[in-house]
């Protein structure tokens, strides 16, 4: 009688098993892609299922890693738009790597920067490089590329104006 009860406890669990898998199925496919589904549909469990969507976006997120560090490479100085548009776009691209834990230091990104931008903001390297360590920040560095940026304007539009006369 003992063995009855065993056999009728465990049936009573494996039931129970099989719905809640049933059920958690139903959730994964419910709240996936669509264009995603086919590749979980012949997983005979959650677990599968679970397993065959994290190999997929493990491998999709390498992919975007691999492309986010390439546009970081990549990237040129934009000439219709500011500095401060351009510093941002490295920031963002900074921003999607660091979130795929792919690490951007600020003096990778401050490096990028500087060489990147246009012939009439060279010679802010030099001055740039005479700056103390303990200023060469990310913050320092935007502001003064930031204040150059509106002397050069004011130059350019000074001439435009002797040019005028």
Not at 5 to 30: C, G, H, M, P, V
Not at 91 to 101: S, V
């Amino acid at each position: 009688m003992e063995q009855v009860l065993w056999n009728s406890a465990d049936e009573k669990k494996k039931r129970e098993w099989i719905t809640k898998d049933a059920n958690a199925k139903i959730i994964i496919l419910r709240t996936i892609d669509p264009s995603v589904k086919s590749h979980v549909l012949t997983s005979k469990t959650a677990k599968d299922m679970f397993e065959k969507l994290s190999s997929i976006y493990k491998r999709d997120t390498e992919e975007t890693k691999s492309q986010l560090i390439a546009e970081f490479i990549k990237y040129e100085y934009n000439k219709s738009v500011d500095v401060m548009t351009n510093i941002a776009a490295l920031q963002t691209l900074a921003f999607r790597m660091n979130n795929l834990k792919h690490t951007v230091y600020d003096i990778m990104l401050m490096t990028k920067i500087l060489t990147i931008l246009p012939d009439h903001f060279k010679h802010f390297g030099s001055a740039w490089d005479s700056t103390a360590e303990d200023k060469k920040t990310l913050e320092n560095l935007r502001a003064r590329l930031l204040k150059d940026e509106e002397k050069l304007k004011n130059n350019s539009q000074s001439q435009d104006e002797k040019v005028a006369f």
